[in-house]
């Protein structure tokens, strides 16, 4: 997969921003014209136009270095006709798919067209783990001669601010007459 697939948001440590991001409208992948657009890299749908592949498969390593400062991680997707999405193996994200197991073979519930060959599905997925991920997509085709296939994908997330200065505040200010005793509530907090 080329294009701006895959570019993480998050290098500076410094600054509140989207975890990652498949950059969507810049990276579609399938064949043939979906509402009017093509994908930017084609893919193959095998030897037999009247028979094409059932599915086809993308996957994605993603690297994560901060991931317990990392929440509201929300998937985009745009399918034709029905997609999986896996972390690291395990299903994240379901669209246009019957219940029940799937296989290569499995064909997505309906055929999509029109606007919503287009349209993105969002939903919020669990957060990545630190180290290396593999984000991955199945997408099935409706027929075996259905025209196209398209596939765009967006994974944004939200990250505090890493290791950010302690703050200090001294409390209200008061007013005591002696002898009393002034009992002071200032607060100092830290994130590390
Ligand atoms: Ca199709």
Known sequence: MGGCIGAILCTRPDQFCGLLKWTANCTTLGYDDANGQLPSTTTSYGPDANNKYVTTYFRRPIVVSNAASISNVVVSVQRDD????????????????????????????????????????????????????????EIHQ???????????????????????????????????????????????????
Do not use: K, R
């Open 82 to 137: 029905g997609v999986v999405l896996y972390l690291n193996g395990t299903p994240i994200f379901t669209n246009n798919m019957p219940v029940g197991p799937i296989s290569y073979l499995t064909y997505a519930s309906t055929v999509i067209g029109g606007v919503d060959e287009t349209t993105f599905y969002s939903q919020n997925v669990p957060s990545a783990m630190n180290g290396t991920n593999v984000l991955a997509a």
């Open 142 to 192: 409706a027929n075996s001669n259905s025209s196209d296939i398209i596939f765009d994908l967006q994974l944004t997330g939200e990250s505090l601010p890493f290791n950010q200065p302690p703050s200090v505040s001294p409390g209200p200010n008061q007013s005591i007459t002696l002898p009393a005793i002034a009992t002071l509530s200032g607060t100092v907090a830290d994130d590390h």
